[in-house]
């Protein structure tokens, strides 16, 4: 049986927060991943703040429009950059909760414009991208098919913190195959 014949039976839900979205001048300010199976029950659950340099992540938040719309996000994110966990360290953790639910299985990656998300972990996390399948079940993707089709609308609370990122990722795709099992 080829990777292509193997029928998932777990998620791997990812969302991080980043001071922009280019992997290369961006860095991970946070970090969720949720495990779930294919009914969406939670198997296991895992957040951390990561540590980086103080003046080059306030150089990039000026340079983001975002940040200057969000400051509550910015400053709650400020004031963890230095208790935050290295990123090697988070990266680490992050393999060992891939290898615990996927074994030598790779891990589709799930979550919102999730395509962003995973060019940083390959930019900034090599290893973790080493367990990941090249197939990602990305949400925004329904969300244009349920828009243009359907006229299906998912009103998703804006939070911009990665845990409950993910929750509403989780929640919006939920609510689509909702919509198919009522029709």
């Known amino acids: 049986m080829s990777a292509n014949d193997i029928i998932p039976t777990k998620l791997l839900w990812v969302d991080l927060e980043m001071t922009g979205l280019d992997p290369n001048k961006d860095v991970i300010l946070e970090i969720a991943a949720e ?3 294919c009914d969406f029950k939670t198997l296991e659950s895992y957040e951390t703040c990561i540590k980086q340099d103080r003046a080059k992540v306030l150089d990039r938040m000026q340079a983001n429009i975002w ?12 004031q963890k950059l230095d208790s935050g966990k290295q990123l090697q360290i988070a990266e680490q953790e992050m393999v060992a909760l891939v290898e615990k639910h996927f074994g030598n299985e790779s891990a589709i990656l799930a979550g919102n414009s999730i395509h962003n998300d995973r ?12 367990k990941l399948h090249y197939r990602m079940l990305d949400v925004s993707a329904w969300k244009i098919i349920m828009q243009a089709k ?5 009103e998703k609370k ?26």
């Not at 969000?70 to 709650?76: A, F, G, I, L, T």
């Not at 804006?158 to 099992?181: G, N, T």
């Open 158 to 183: 804006e939070v911009h913190r990665a845990y409950d990122d993910i929750q509403a990722s989780i929640a919006e795709l939920q609510y689509y195959l909702d919509y198919f099992k009522n029709t």
């Open 150 to 154: 359907y006229g299906v609308m998912y």
């Open 119 to 130: 060019g940083f972990i390959k930019r900034w996390m090599p290893a973790l991208d080493l």
């Open 35 to 37: 495990i779930t199976d």
């Open 67 to 78: 940040w200057r719309d969000y400051p509550e996000n910015r400053d709650s994110f400020v």
